[in-house]
């Protein structure tokens, strides 16, 4: 055995141009959090000093892009930085035709529109908040048939967003193949802690559902994360690229929806991504009528000529090593403090487990969302709520919908914060946790209709 010491290691970057940011003292912090009713979502980002509110559309853009973004071909109608675009997502995900949208979420209401049909069921491993609404929306109900360990926050399993297959095939022989519409499958599932699905699991999930003919759309939002485990935790295939792992991953799905705000590196733009020549024609269709024209979506032509060139640099593996291993820092700090987190770390954040750090709250009394506002309270660092808010209410019953997990998540923008941001933040947790029982909880003061953990307000119980 080597004894050789672990070195350090540095972002494979350099930094050419800074933004200032507001240091805050702890009576304009609560004068903030205040007037934004406790809701990390409304408060102003000038009063934030640490923003891991999210990792979309946060990511720092590299020369390339930014040089690509000159190039803009603003053309109404056929844009060269639509076929370039067009052409990376071939090249990258292997996927025939592309679809772009404003962002993530547009992708998933075509898709919804198009395969769902009132009183379907759609099977996926672990929801997420716009997927779910937008499957609901348009008449389906969703499905959860991820493994047990992935609601188990101290399981060590490598992959906790595989698809427990016996629950899958149940539920197809419970409900018919016919009120299957499709398979929602995401690469590392937000809501679980960030948590790869493994390409053995993914491979099984293929076969059985092309023995019942339902088709597989793939959330691949942070797919090159993913592709990022299976190469450091799945035999077979440490010696394989990333971009040979996600073109594996992607070859195994029929669709795609794409937040590119996420691994691709852009503050804006998503697409739909299909195979299927029909479902293509009608979604091209469909997105002239909320989006724009079939070959700038929602996007203009200096973002797209962004995105093309960030799908590239997404699958560098210097980037994303460096991109993963900052936020293993971060929770190897704070597993090292005893800070109870989501294990094993995962590839877009840290999920801190608000179950466990405020035991004296009940879920009613909402403690991620009170966890939250702690944290900002404290040093200004933003994160946000990912439990009974996030999960919403059932619709029949109108009670809460309460997920097993209770979570704040700390998420990790791209290329944007040093490793002494970490240590910040890290500080700035612990210093919450060893003053955790004096944290109240919230009550709802405000709840709009759909996606309440966006613009809900609270009080102070």
Known sequence: MSNEKKRSWAEPYKIKMVEPVKMT???????????????????????????LLTDSGTSAMSDRQWAGMMLGDEAYAGSRNFYHLEDAVREYYGYKHIVPTHQGRAAEHIISQLMIEEGDFVPGNMYFTTTKLHQELAGGTFVDVIIDEAHDPESEHPFKADIDLSKLENLIKEKGADKIPYVSIATTVNMAGGQPISLGNLKEVRKLTQKYNIPIVHDMTRVAENAYFIKQREPGYENKSIKEIVKEICSLTDSATMSSKKDALVNIGGFLALNDDELFDKARNMVVIYEGLHTYGGMAGRDMEALAIG?????????I???????????????????PIVKPIGSHGIFLNAKKILPQLSQDQLP?????????????????????VSAGRNPDTGEHNYPKLELVRLTIPRRVYTQAHMDVVAESVEAVYNNAKEIKG???VYEPEYLRFFQSRFEVL
């Open 25 to 51: 003292t702890p009576e304009e912090r609560q004068k903030a959090i205040r007037e934004a009713g406790y809701n990390t979502f409304l408060l102003r980002s000038e009063d934030v000093y640490i923003d």
């Open 311 to 319: 799908i590239s640099e997404s699958v560098d593996y210097d980037h």
């Open 321 to 339: 090593r460096a991109r993963v291993g900052q936020v293993q820092y971060l929770g190897e700090k704070l597993l090292e403090m005893g800070i």
């Open 368 to 388: 991620a969302q009170s966890l939250s506002a702690a944290l900002y309270l404290d040093s200004g660092v933003r994160a946000m709520e990912r439990g009974v």
């Open 442 to 444: 919230l009550k709802f």
